[in-house]
């Protein structure tokens, strides 16, 4: 990770909102970089090529927009700590991450359902932040939100042909949302952090947000031919920094080479 | 190495002009347009540069070949900015580079056909010229191909799977 970084135009943030913004450009950061993580663990795993390679292609994309949120987040934060000593250098606690994206891959169904959750939730959150009062948060979304289209489109495409399948697809596809539906509710639950940037406008109202993602989730899981499920109870945390044991075995293979050679660079 | 005259912008365009993308070396990254601007103060230059794709391992390569480049002409206050904002659009690919990627293999962008912004479920493949037998009877085989600006396609006439640079804008 040595590519120069950003030039980062004024925010036209009131300074007091910087310090929940620096918690917040983190939570976007690690959300990517742990879901990156996550799809990449499927390279050379892929059920055909074509799909393999369209997971590593999603995980290098999230992979990008991580780098720029930490790069951001170290500016903001001041204290010299780069995007690395963020990425590599913090323990779970410190993650904040919703535990969503933390969830092992499980088959091929339980990852596409995985993805679909973070994708409606991604794609729809990029488009208001675009058109933010934050200029850099603005420019990474303007980017982002492209690439994330691409991931709705995909994931939202295979809900719809497993759940409109086989049997066996369709039992897994059903198995999936058994298991991951409670920890959509997450991505919509503000924290005090995004409560406090909603206040200032530079985050969206999550309720409009969430109008757009269930007229989508609506529409795909008709043509899936699913029953819509019941709305969960939504198992909250990850963005607080109270994770599941899924996370710490995840930073251990992730922040591995940083740990065992501090300082290591390539 | 050779001390250089002042560097003038137009000169450091034109040698921008022989820095190659790494991955589709036929294009050199104004072909791209990924350079967003030039500018000399003294000794000193600025390039700014786009990425194409977050998280496009090539861009890394590409500052550090820029550098080299002009290195090699004795310029070395040389400073890279990375710029987000506007977001890099196939509509910058000039034409020359698109003649340049079909006659090396790879299908160039058909303007106006960017996936997401509908997002029109199993829509219907664009339709892409293949860049051997030039048969526009192609079918979609990966809407994610070799490297995250390229879909992956086939032709129903002569059979060649090829690559598609997507459009994005």
């Known amino acids: ?266 | 190495m050779v001390t250089a005259a002042a560097p003038t912008e137009a000169r450091v365009w034109q040698l921008l002009e022989e820095v190659s993308d790494p991955e589709v070396p036929v294009l050199s990254i104004l072909d791209l347009g990924i350079v967003r601007g030039v500018k000399v103060t003294g000794e000193q230059i600025a390039v700014t540069i786009t990425p194409t794709y977050s998280g496009c391992p090539a861009m890394n390569v590409i500052a550090t070949e820029i550098r080299l480049r002009l290195l090699a002409e004795g310029y070395q206050n040389v400073v890279i900015h990375n710029q987000l904002s506007p977001a890099w659009t196939t509509d910058w690919m000039s034409q020359a580079g698109r003649d340049k990627l079909e006659a090396y293999g790879i299908a160039p962008p058909v303007d106006g056909t960017a996936t997401g912004h509908m997002l029109n479920l199993f829509g219907k493949d664009t339709a892409v010229r293949c860049p051997v037998c030039k048969s526009t009877h192609t079918h979609l085989v990966s809407q994610f191909g070799s490297t995250a600006c390229k879909a992956h396609y086939q032709c129903d006439d002569c059979l060649e799977p090829f690559d598609y640079f997507k459009c994005h804008n």
């Open chain 1, 1 to 266: 990770m040595s590519a120069p970084l950003p030039e980062t135009p004024a925010t036209s943030v009131p300074a007091a909102a910087s310090n929940q913004l620096f918690p917040f450009v983190l939570q976007l950061a690690d959300t990517s970089l742990i879901l990156a993580h996550r799809l990449s663990e499927w390279c050379g795993h892929g059920p055909v090529l074509e799909q393999d390679l369209a997971l590593a292609n999603i995980a290098l994309d999230l992979l990008g927009e991580a780098r720029s949120y930490y790069q951001y987040a170290a500016e903001l934060e001041g204290q010299g700590r780069t995007e690395d000593d963020l990425a590599y250098l913090r323990s779970a606690v410190e993650y904040r991450n919703p535990l969503l994206v933390e969830q092992p891959n499980g088959d091929f169904a339980h990852t596409i359902l995985r993805q679909f959750l973070f994708d409606n939730f991604h794609y729809h959150l990029l488009r208001k932040l675009k058109d933010g009062p934050d200029t850099q948060l603005a420019a990474i979304a303007e980017k982002s939100v492209k690439e994330a289209a691409y991931h709705l489109k995909w994931s939202s495409e295979w809900v719809i042909r497993l759940g409109d399948g086989t049997d066996e697809s369709r039992k897994r596809l059903d198995k999936a949302i058994a298991t991951l539906w409670r920890f959509g509710g997450e991505l919509t639950t503000p924290t005090a952090t995004e409560t406090a940037l909603q206040e200032i406008g530079v985050l969206p109202d999550y309720a409009a947000l969430l109008a757009e993602m269930q007229a989508h989730t609506a529409h795909v899981f008709a043509e899936a031919t699913v029953p819509l499920p019941a709305p969960a109870f939504a198992q909250l945390g990850g963005k607080t920094g109270r994770h599941t044991e899924h996370l710490g075995y995840l930073l251990s293979e992730l922040q591995y080479m940083q740990r065992t050679y501090p300082g290591l660079t390539w």
